[in-house]
């Protein structure tokens, strides 16, 4: 089993920056993919940007493209999602999601962490 917890939401003016982080434990050495997942009240979740343990291959939702910067650490237990130019839309629960598969943009992923808020105020 793997284990994840979320850090870092909080709220934010538009135009600011927030940094989110989630730390891995457990089989970590079994996971490839790591991402970030969204939820926005009565919207379904939705998938961000995720990375791959080796080579860190990265991949983006259109809408976040150019703002939010995804990245892992040295010791692949640990992702970080670096949100600039944040916009009220990016109001929304964000969920750290990880698979022993390759960084893909559906929410099949094996494992989740809790979640942490992110509110962006006009």
């Known amino acids: 089993q793997v284990q994840l917890i979320e850090s870092g939401g909080g709220l934010v003016q538009a135009g600011g920056s927030l940094r989110l982080s989630c730390v891995a434990s457990g089989r970590t050495w079994s996971i490839d993919a790591m991402g970030w997942f969204r939820q926005a009240p009565g919207k379904e979740r939705e998938f961000v940007a995720a990375?791959?343990?080796?080579?860190?291959?990265?991949l983006y939702v259109n809408s976040v493209k150019g703002r939010f910067t995804i990245s892992r650490d040295d010791a692949k237990t640990t992702v970080s999602l670096q949100m600039n130019s944040l916009k009220p839309e990016d109001t929304a629960v964000y969920y750290c999601?990880?698979?022993?598969?390759?960084?893909?943009?559906?929410?099949?992923?094996?494992?989740w962490g809790q979640g942490t808020q992110v509110t962006v105020s006009s």
């Open positions: 999601a990880a698979d022993p598969g390759p960084p893909k943009a559906t929410d099949r992923y094996d494992y």
């Open positions: 990375i791959s343990r080796i080579g860190g291959n990265t």
